[in-house]
């Protein structure tokens, strides 16, 4: 009997929740309004995805219209940096941003396109843990800088930043600070109201909720902002996103919010335990393998390992009957090497025996007992 391959990267895409699929169903037949519609359909559209707005806003405690639906956390990262730092730069002001080596490339790309329309970046380094230090962030603050962009977790290492610290920081200075918090919503809490941070992106599909749905907060020193759309055409979303919005997916996006209030703590010491496991598993076979990023300072659903003696292929191509990652799978589809454990100090051949395995909620005992076996066995 051939059995299905144990599913470990959920770091990269969860599972729809079979409650939130639930909600999305109706919507995609028997209510196919568009929500810009005034007719009496369209209405209930626009009341579904406000509720969707407002199960957002109640997950993250902040204020139903601090939210701005996009389709995909990319998008809401590009809104927030190029969003408010282009009307300064064609001002003619002088733009400094520092962010990290080790954000995802939703975030690194967008400053080089930054750099290029006249910006001054200044990536900071991680430290060998994989966190990044706020007093190093401090330290690149200059008169100048218009905003700091730093991730809530580490989406290859799954280490936790110091987000209030370093919010603190900006807020002092009077300094734009964005957050992509995608890793982290859903995973660990997230309470905006107690965070000092303007400006927050984050998507459904890795907290159980549907690909396609995603959001934009923007709150605190954001408000008020001059914020250059991306996408013109329509004025849907108060002029900052426009274009027919996806009925079902924000649907799927509220209900995965409400799912994650009502489990999240149970979530967390499952998934944390079962990839202790995991972890002790591979550690007790692999005596010589090294975890990476700071043990104390992780998300629950990430564990980044290197096993030196794996072998001439890389460790993922060793591994069968489980389906992880080297890091993220947007670089990873390119055939690039982590930057991000180049970042903490990893080679290239420690980097080819690397893998990322991310749990889930749908992360079964089994599924880590199958998993333990496929790692035993390499090298034998």
């Given at each position: 009997?051939?059995?299905?391959?144990?599913?470990?990267?959920?770091?990269?895409?969860t599972?729809?929740?079979?409650?939130?699929?639930?909600?999305?169903?109706?919507?995609?037949?028997?209510?196919?309004?568009?929500p810009?519609?005034?007719?009496?359909?369209?209405?209930?559209?626009?009341?579904?995805?406000?509720?969707?707005?407002?199960?957002?806003?109640?997950?993250?405690?902040?204020?139903?219209?601090?939210?701005?639906?996009?389709?995909?956390?990319t998008?809401?990262?590009?809104?927030?940096?190029?969003?408010?730092?282009?009307?300064?730069?064609?001002?003619?002001?002088?733009?400094?941003?520092?962010?990290?080596?080790?954000?995802?490339?939703?975030?690194?790309?967008?400053?080089?396109?930054?750099?290029?329309?006249?910006?001054?970046?200044?990536?900071?380094?991680?430290t060998?843990?994989?966190?990044?230090?706020p007093?190093?962030?401090?330290?690149?603050?200059?008169?100048?800088?218009?905003?700091?962009?730093?991730?809530?977790?580490?989406?290859?290492?799954?280490?936790i930043?110091?987000?209030a610290?370093?919010?603190?920081?900006?807020r002092?200075?009077?300094?734009?600070?964005?957050?992509?918090?995608?890793?982290?919503?859903?995973?660990?809490?997230?309470?905006?109201?107690?965070?000092?941070?303007?400006?927050?992106?984050?998507?459904?599909?890795?907290?159980?909720?549907?690909k396609?749905?995603?959001?934009?907060?923007?709150?605190?020193?954001?408000?008020?902002?001059?914020?250059?759309?991306?996408?013109?055409?329509?004025?849907?979303?108060?002029?900052?996103?426009?274009?027919?919005?996806?009925?079902?997916?924000?649907?799927g996006?509220?209900?995965?919010?409400?799912?994650?209030?009502?489990?999240?703590?149970?979530?967390?010491?499952?998934?944390?335990?079962?990839?202790?496991?995991?972890?002790?598993?591979?550690?007790?076979?692999?005596p010589?393998?090294?975890v990476?990023?700071e043990?104390?300072?992780?998300?629950?659903?990430?564990?980044?390992?290197?096993?030196?003696?794996?072998?001439?292929?890389?460790?993922?191509d060793?591994?069968?009957?489980?389906?992880?990652?080297?890091?993220?799978?947007?670089?990873?589809?390119?055939?690039e090497?982590?930057?991000?454990?180049?970042?903490?100090?990893?080679?290239?051949?420690?980097?080819?025996?690397?893998?990322?395995?991310?749990?889930?909620?749908?992360?079964?005992?089994?599924?880590?007992?199958?998993?333990?076996?496929?790692?035993r066995?390499?090298?034998r």
């Amino acid at each position: 009997m051939i059995t299905a391959p144990v599913y470990l990267d959920n770091a990269a895409s969860t599972a729809i929740d079979p409650q939130v699929l639930e909600a999305m169903l109706p919507w995609f037949v028997q209510r196919p309004a568009n929500p810009s519609g005034r007719h009496a359909a369209g209405r209930e559209a626009e009341a579904a995805v406000e509720h969707a707005r407002a199960q957002l806003a109640h997950m993250l405690a902040c204020e139903s219209k601090a939210v701005t639906f996009t389709a995909s956390a990319t998008e809401s990262c590009n809104l927030a940096l190029k969003g408010l730092i282009r009307p300064r730069l064609r001002r003619g002001e002088p733009v400094h941003i520092v962010s990290s080596a080790v954000e995802h490339s939703a975030v690194l790309d967008p400053l080089r396109r930054l750099e290029c329309e006249g910006a001054s970046v200044d990536l900071t380094p991680p430290t060998p843990g994989g966190w990044i230090d706020p007093a190093e962030v401090d330290r690149r603050l200059q008169d100048d800088t218009a905003l700091v962009s730093i991730m809530w977790v580490n989406n290859e290492l799954g280490t936790i930043n110091d987000i209030a610290a370093i919010g603190e920081r900006c807020r002092d200075r009077g300094i734009l600070f964005h957050c992509d918090a995608s890793q982290a919503v859903g995973k660990i809490p997230v309470d905006l109201s107690t965070v000092p941070v303007d400006a927050v992106s984050l998507c459904a599909h890795k907290m159980y909720g549907p690909k396609g749905a995603a959001a934009l907060v923007l709150q605190g020193r954001a408000v008020g902002r001059p914020l250059e759309a991306l996408i013109e055409g329509g004025g849907q979303e108060r002029g900052l996103r426009s274009g027919t919005l996806d009925v079902p997916g924000l649907v799927g996006f509220g209900a995965a919010a409400a799912r994650v209030c009502e489990v999240l703590h149970d979530d967390f010491e499952r998934i944390a335990k079962l990839r202790d496991t995991l972890q002790a598993a591979i550690l007790a076979a692999h005596p010589d393998a090294i975890v990476n990023g700071e043990l104390d300072r992780r998300a629950p659903h990430i564990l980044n390992i290197t096993i030196p003696t794996s072998g001439p292929e890389p460790l993922i191509d060793q591994l069968a009957g489980v389906n992880c990652s080297v890091g993220a799978a947007c670089p990873s589809a390119k055939g690039e090497p982590s930057y991000v454990l180049t970042a903490i100090g990893l080679g290239a051949e420690a980097a080819a025996a690397t893998a990322r395995l991310s749990l889930g909620r749908t992360t079964t005992d089994e599924d880590i007992r199958k998993a333990s076996d496929a790692f035993r066995l390499i090298g034998r």
